[in-house]
């Protein structure tokens, strides 16, 4: 499945929030037009579902979704043109840093950390779990004494996370503990 660009989504003000087998949840700021609607139907192949969102709400969290897509696809490791006309976008951000090694050092990773810490400190969250695992790592928030799963990420994209996070406590990168 892919999404609507930054450009369209802004235009109409929405946001998609959640996708299942068979719909897609969008907030939309503007209740009353419906264009896009007709429009994203026949390419998501799911039934929308409306809300109602804050119209600050939607445009910040546009500016983020966005920018984290772009900062995701920019760490990841580049692929030939045939691989990249097979992928749609969502598949792209899924099967990130699947092969290569990313640098701490990337501005792309720079963003994705400097984004996790504001979004932990925007939802209060008293701490971050960040779990590497061989398939897919884990980035945890806790929040109200509760922990919540925030993103899924491949091993190489959550261990340039991990080098960064290191370096800005000004701990030892080569440390590994397993």
Known sequence: MSRPSQAYATRFQFLPIEVTESTVVIATAEPYVEVWEAELTPILKREIQRVLANPADVAKFLKEFYGVSRSL???APKTSADDAATLSDFEQLTQLGAVGELNADDQHV??????LLQYAFDQRASDIH????????NIR???DGILHIGHQLAPTIMAAITSRLKSLGRMDV?????
């Not at 720079?110 to 984004?115: I, M, S, T």
């Not at 080569?174 to 397993?178: F, I, L, N, S, V």
């Open 73 to 75: 696809s920019g760490a």
């Open 110 to 115: 720079f963003h994705l950390v400097d984004w």
């Open 174 to 178: 080569a440390d590994k503990r397993h």
């Open 130 to 137: 960040i779990e590497l695992r061989r398939e897919q790592g």
């Open 141 to 143: 928030f806790r929040i």
